[in-house]
Each structure stands twice: as C-alpha cells, then as structure tokens.
T-cell receptor, first 113, second 109 residues
Framework: DARVTQTPRHKVTEMGQEVTMRCQPILGHNTVFWYRQTMMQGLELLAYFRNRAPLDDSGMPKDRFSAEMPDATLATLKIQPSEPRDSAVYFC???????????FGPGTRLTVL | QKEVEQDPGPLSVPEGAIVSLNCTYSNSAFQYFMWYRQYSRKGPELLMY????GNKEDGRFTAQVDKSSKYISLFIRDSQPSDSATYLC?????????FGKGTRLSVIA
C-alpha cells in the first residue's frame, strides 16, 4: 500500500547542529510539500516542489533552512544551524498535480536542546 | 486577520452525539474546501473534499460550504470513540492549501 515515508521519525539534537530530514514521496506523485506543525502556529507550509523543481520556499527561514529534491524518490529538508525554536513536527506530503489531495508522511519529531 | 480561523477546542462529546466543527476564511477566491483528520502522532489524512458551495455526504460525515458567509462545517453523526482526533479544515484556490489550526475532538464511550 503506497505511502509517504519519512526518516528519521524522531531527532533530538543540540543547538547549532545540522539536521537533515528525508522524505520518499509516493511513486508517481509529482508534487512534494514540506510542512512544520507546532501547537502555536498549526501546520505551516515551508516549501514545495513540482517535478523536482522548487516552486515556492517563502515559508522557510532562508538563512538556515534548505530544501532539495535530488531525485524523484527523495526530498530533503536541512536545518543548519538548528535552534531551539525549530523544535516541531516536520511533515512531508505528496500529491499528483492537485494541491488539494495531499498524502502526508508520519512526520519527523524534532527537538533542539 | 488569519486566512483561516478554526476554534481549537478541545471538544468532548459522548458517543453517539452529533458533532459540528467549523471554520471561517477571509479570501473569497478560495474555491476548494477540505477537511483533514489527524490522529495523535500521525500525519493528517484527507477526509472530505468539496468544491464551491453546497453539501457533500460520505457515510456519517457531511461537509457543508457557505461561500456567501465564508463558513465551512463538518458534521459527524453518531460519533464514535474512533472519531477522536484533530480535524483540520483547509482551503485552496488553485494554490497551496491553507490550513486551520485544527479542532481536537474526543468522543467518550
């Protein structure tokens, strides 16, 4: 059964360290989204790609976050250097053409101490 | 004003109750209205999808859109403990989804 996978599922790190999160979208889906979820802000769109090309990353702090799709089966979100305020659950989602029907992964729970 | 407003709850109801969840939005250009359900420690999953105004029913769930008042609702009939989750509304106008913050629902057996 096709699903979005994310690794790692949990990450605890020290402030200043680099964090890399990975996502494997559903095979055949051409749109990939990265979200961050916190209690205070809810689900926020960080960046998204269509056919591996970045379409919008205006939701990301540019100085420390970067998102890439090195190939159709892998999307990465990197934070360098990490800060305590980055603590959140990061979700990847994929879809086929439509923005509306998105399939979410299980998330990466990040804690920055 | 936020683009989508949703009462965070929490909302606690007895099993069998009718549940009403609501959102308001500010941009009249939104045409697509979704409800996602998120169980604890899981990713959101699409529950209902409607286009423009009107009602859509799927089993015990009914989604309602009133574009004139920019108001969307999700009704759950005969609620079950398995419906306990956070429900997020989302809106779109051929643009990436804008999500509400979610309403946490508990259905007590």
């Amino acid at each position: 059964d096709a699903r979005v996978t994310q690794t790692p599922r949990h990450k605890v790190t020290e402030m200043g360290q680099e964090v890399t999160m990975r996502c494997q979208p559903i095979l055949g889906h051409n749109t990939v989204f990265w979200y961050r979820q916190t209690m205070m802000q809810g689900l926020e769109l960080l960046a998204y790609f269509r056919n591996r090309a970045p379409l919008d990353d205006s939701g990301m702090p540019k100085d420390r976050f970067s998102a890439e799709m090195p190939d159709a089966t892998l999307a990465t979100l990197k934070i360098q250097p990490s800060e305590p305020r980055d603590s959140a659950v990061y979700f990847c989602a994929s879809g086929q053409y439509s923005y509306n029907e998105q399939f979410f992964g299980p998330g990466t729970r990040l804690t920055v101490l | 004003q936020k683009e989508v407003e949703q009462d965070p709850g929490p909302l606690s109801v007895p099993e069998g109750a009718i549940v009403s969840l609501n959102c308001t939005y500010s941009n009249s250009a939104f045409q697509y209205f979704m409800w996602y359900r998120q169980y604890s420690r899981k990713g959101p999953e699409l529950l209902m999808y409607t286009y423009s105004s009107g009602n859509k029913e799927d089993g015990r769930f009914t989604a309602q859109v009133d574009k004139s008042s920019k108001y969307i609702s999700l009704f759950i009939r005969d609620s079950q403990p398995s419906d306990s989750a956070t429900y997020l509304c989302a809106v779109s106008g051929n643009t990436p989804l804008v999500f509400g913050k979610g309403t946490r629902l508990s259905v007590i057996a």
